[in-house]
């Protein structure tokens, strides 16, 4: 994978839950490389779920999340790993990668 600057990010008929309560459905955007993007809304819009399914840390139930024109939504742990080298993320209050522990958390810049 070539980056220059920034890379593509789009999504096709994505649809996030947490058990009954549906966050966003059908959402499907492109943010083009090399373009800013801001994500704006109200408090508890789905702002930071969406974030973290961008970086695959979180799973749509449906659709496609395509970086660079791969779709993390199918990538092994492996390659998603690559694909997250591509992003620099600092998160609200400081929180912590809720898929790892907290020695893969404090090594995750090191890595």
Same mark, same amino acid.
Do not use: H
């Given at each position: 994978? @070539?980056?220059?600057?920034?890379?593509?990010?789009?999504? @096709?008929?994505?649809?996030? !839950?947490?058990?009954?309560?549906?966050?966003?459905?059908?959402?499907?955007?492109?943010?083009? !490389?090399?373009?800013?993007s801001?994500?704006?809304?109200?408090?508890?819009?789905?702002? !930071?779920?969406?974030l973290?399914? #961008?970086?695959?840390?979180?799973?749509?139930?449906?659709?496609?999340?395509f970086?660079?024109?791969?779709?993390?939504?199918?990538?092994?742990?492996?390659?998603?790993?690559?694909?997250?080298?591509?992003f620099?993320? #600092?998160?609200?209050?400081?929180?912590?990668?809720?898929?790892?522990?907290?020695?893969?958390?404090?090594?995750?810049?090191?890595?």
């Amino acid at each position: 994978m @070539e980056v220059g600057v920034g890379v593509e990010v789009r999504t @096709e008929s994505v649809t996030k !839950s947490f058990g009954s309560q549906r966050i966003w459905q059908d959402v499907s955007l492109t943010l083009p !490389s090399g373009e800013v993007s801001a994500l704006l809304g109200p408090s508890g819009t789905g702002k !930071s779920v969406f974030l973290k399914s #961008l970086i695959g840390l979180l799973r749509p139930e449906r659709g496609s999340i395509f970086i660079d024109g791969t779709d993390i939504t199918t990538c092994s742990n492996k390659e998603l790993y690559e694909i997250r080298k591509l992003f620099g993320v #600092l998160f609200q209050d400081g929180a912590l990668f809720g898929s790892m522990n907290l020695f893969d958390n404090v090594a995750f810049p090191l890595r």
